[in-house]
């Protein structure tokens, strides 16, 4: 593989990476519908260490407005509640004795726009790690010994693949949005 075609596949994997992360970032803004990620950023308290929640509890989404949390210790369960309400997500959290509740209120519309810029914002960031990539693309390429259209050639693929990830990224926030709006 030469230079060109080595430069190219790291802008790639650069911009990959962009979207991958935007992903995930955009699977912690709630839609509406109970997901067992909305609690994704839970931290519990276990054996005095800081746990993810996936770690120490199963959970599950029983209908469109519940999440269940079945921790696998019954003696977890004030702290699966702690560590909810420290996360912050807005969520009331009550326990049966055997699993912690929570029902998911439908969103406002006001809450709905607030979720949408953070979308938004999510995908701007994801463009700007986009276009950093593009530029230490063409960065790189300058410093390669080949011919001016050669090089030409080179920044018209470096362009064309930014053009392609921001297509890309403009279609994940498109899809995101109409998931946070749908009532």
Request: net charge negative; aromatic share 4%.
């Amino acid at each position: 593989m030469d230079e060109v075609e080595f430069i190219l596949e790291e802008a790639k994997e650069g911009m990959e990476k962009a979207i991958s992360h935007l992903k995930k970032q955009l699977s912690n803004i709630r839609a509406g519908k109970a997901n067992p990620s909305m609690l994704g950023s839970v931290m519990v308290e276990y054996y005095g260490a800081q746990t993810p929640l996936n770690q120490v509890a199963n959970v599950n989404t029983p209908d469109a407005r519940t999440l269940s949390i079945q921790p696998f210790e019954k003696s977890m369960i004030q702290e699966i509640e702690k560590g909810i309400m420290q996360a912050n997500l807005g969520f009331n959290p009550m326990n049966n004795g055997e699993s912690v509740i929570i029902n998911v209120p439908p969103l406002t519309e006001e809450r709905r726009k607030q979720l949408s810029k953070q979308a938004k914002a999510e995908a701007e960031d994801a463009k700007v790690g986009v276009r950093n990539d593009r530029k230490q693309a063409m960065q790189e390429l300058k410093k390669v010994e080949i011919s001016e259209d050669e090089l030409k050639d080179a920044e018209n693929d470096v362009q064309e693949l930014t053009d392609s990830y921001i297509e890309r990224i403009d279609n994940i926030l498109a899809t995101k949005e109409k998931e946070i709006m749908t009532v």
